[in-house]
Every structure is written in C-alpha cells, then in structure tokens.
C-alpha cells in the first residue's frame, strides 16, 4: 500500500514538473501587418530607419513609396507581450522635400528603461522579442537614408544618391550608380558596384566588386575589393586584398595589405603591419613607399625598367639578383640610414621606386 501511495506522489510531482516547465517556455506572440502609401514628388528625399528586422527595397516607375510592415512580437507573459506592443509605433512624416519614416520601439519607456535598452544594444544584444521587417517600394532615383539596427538591408540596383547606416547586419546591394556614403558597424556587405563613394567600417566584412572613386576609414575590418580604380584608405587593423588596383593612397597601422595587381601607381605609408603587390604591372607610373616595422613585398615583371630610390634603417632589404645598385651611401652611421640608388632593366629619367624604411623587411624581385 505504502508503495503504491510513493507511485502517485512520484507520478504527480513528475506532472507538476512537466505544467510547470511548460508554463515557463509557454510564449505569447502577435503578428501584425499592414500598408502605407506615401505619394512624393521628383525632389523629396526618403529616410527611412528601422531597428530588429529586415528592410527590403524594390524600385518601380511610380512617383509613390509603398511600405509593407510586417511585425513579430514574442514574449513569456501576455503583460509583457501588452507592454511591448504598447512601445511600438511608426512615425511617418511627409512633406514636399522629405519622407520619412521611422520605427519607435521605446515609444513609452521611462529614461532607465531606455538607458538599459541602448546598454544592451551597446554590449550587441538584440531584442530577440520583436521582430520587425520593411518591404519598400520606391523609385530609383531619390536620394535615399537607410537605417537599420539589428537587421538586414536588400536591395538591387539604385541610381539616386544615398546613405546607409547599418549596425549588426548584413548589406546586399547591386550597381550604387550615384554618390553613396556607408557607415557600418559589426557588419556584412556585399556590393556590385560602386562609382563614388565613400565607406566609414568598424569590425565589418566587405566584400565589394567594382568601385570607381572610393574612400574607406576602416578598423578591425576584413575587405576584399576585385577591382578598384582610385583607392583611398585609412586603416587600422584590418585586412586587404585587393585583386586589381589603378591608383592606390593607403595609410595603414598594424594592418595587412594584399594586392594581387597594381597597374597605375601607389602611394604608401604603413606601420606595424605588411604590404604585398604581388603583380607590379608594366604599365605603373610610380610607387612610393614609407613603412616603419612593415613587411614589404614587391614583385616585377621581368621586362620592366625602373629606377629606384630605397633609404632604409635597421631594415632587412633584399633585392632581385637583376638589379642594379650604382649607388650606396650612407646618411647616419649611428642609426645604420643607408641609401640606396641604381635601376632594373634599363635607366630611365626619373624614379619610379621609392621606398624609406624603419625596420621590418624589403623585398623587391621579378619573376
């Protein structure tokens, strides 16, 4: 008897257990969706800024923006679940020279609420309660402002001027034909092409196919760009590979530099890092080089004519077997500065090699 009454109490307790795991996974969701239309005219410029979800955009010949909204709200009590959706809201404004349309999670919070909302965000921690997604559709043509936290921007070919600010998330875009500045932070972006324009990256991945004048301020960032025809860089830990380069300027501290071809000139100041140009093409003008504490790797083609300049301190130089050295003098006996004068191939009227190093090593060899 005794053991039967020890079987229920277990088997009860066992059920408690269950309802109760239950009640604490159990969650509360709502789905909303609805449709704004907003009619503009050629000067309007449209800002749109969103915040834990997906902005979508698709272009079309109409003078109107149509926004589809779509939002997702889970959460473990239906209090809570009220509390959110009560904070929600969409501001739209519309006038001759603006659109703009604006995602408000914090509609209601009190000032410590929303202090401890912008700390989560700044410790990178999504509000994986609500989920909000944007598909827009708009003409080509307008200037444009995207902003989105904690989410994703699609979209195709734009021909308008426009400016992307994205935290946490992941770019896809097509032919940016016009004037675009990007401001990335903690993100992923995938681009076709970009004729102008200029790429402020922290602790980002860019991944760019064709860029024409371009101008990036990057840190802790991993790039890759095919090809590029005027490169302008400000860099600090990063990585570059860069399969084709016309003109290059970079600046770079304890950051890695890798291209695969330069056929126009460069113009190069790093420190505490490495630069490899794995194709000096024939048709380069010029390259001019100051690194301190670098590894430099220069690579010819066997037919070239060069002259070149390199004045190096404390600096392991190595040269091609091919090059001729016709002069070796030496600035500073105390620090070891030493100069170094002489040409490859054939003399030509002017240098197109200079290099001034501070350590680190030198090579320069064809093959």
């Known amino acids: 008897m005794r053991n039967k009454n020890w079987k229920s109490v277990n088997a009860l307790l066992t059920l408690l257990l ?25 000067e309007t410029r449209i800002d749109i800024t969103n915040k834990y979800g997906r902005i979508e955009l698709n272009t079309w010949k109409k003078d109107s923006v149509v926004i589809w909204f ?25 006038s001759q020279h603006y659109l703009i349309v604006k995602t408000q999670v914090d509609k209601y919070r009190n000032q410590i609420e929303s202090e401890l909302l912008k700390f989560k965000e700044t410790m990178l921690q999504s509000n994986g309660s609500i989920r909000i997604d944007l598909v827009v559709w ?26 992307i600010n994205l935290s946490n998330g992941k770019l896809k875009a097509g032919d940016l034909s016009a004037k675009t500045n ?3 932070n903690f993100a992923d972006a995938t681009i076709s092409n970009l ?12 991944v760019l196919k064709n860029s ?4 990036l301020e990057s840190k802790s960032s991993t790039i890759e760009i095919q090809n590029s025809e005027d490169l302008n860089i400000d860099s600090r830990r990063d990585k570059f590979r860069i399969r084709l380069a016309d003109k290059l300027d970079a600046s770079g501290n304890f950051s890695h530099f890798m291209v695969n071809g330069l056929k126009g000139k460069a113009n190069l100041r790093t420190s505490y890092g490495s630069l490899d140009v794995e ?8 390259i001019y080089i100051e690194s301190r504490s670098t590894d430099v790797s220069l690579y010819y083609n066997p037919e070239a004519k060069f002259n070149y300049e390199i004045t190096e301190s404390k600096t392991n130089l190595h ?21 170094h004068t002489g040409y490859f191939g054939k003399r030509m009227k002017e240098d197109q090699l200079i290099i001034n190093a501070v350590g680190g090593e030198i090579n320069v060899m064809a093959e």
């Open 18 to 42: 269950l309802v109760s795991g239950l009640t604490v996974n159990a969650q509360f969701s709502e789905s909303r969706e609805f449709v704004r239309r907003f009619r503009i005219q050629p």
């Open 70 to 94: 779509k939002m997702e709200i889970n959460e473990k009590k239906p209090d809570k679940l009220k509390k959110t959706l009560d904070n929600l809201d969409f501001d739209t404004s519309n």
């Open 138 to 163: 708009l003409p080509d043509n307008r200037e444009l402002r995207l902003e989105n936290k904690f989410g994703d921007i699609i979209m195709g070919d734009y021909q308008g001027e426009m400016q």
């Open 182 to 184: 990007l401001n990335l």
């Open 195 to 206: 004729p102008a324009a200029s790429i402020v990256s922290n602790y980002s991945d860019i």
């Open 212 to 215: 024409g004048t371009l101008r």
């Open 279 to 286: 194709k000096v093409l024939s048709s380069v003008s010029s």
């Open 319 to 339: 040269l091609d077997k091919e090059m001729k050295e016709e002069a070796k003098e030496v600035l500073d006996a105390k620090v070891n500065k030493i100069r």
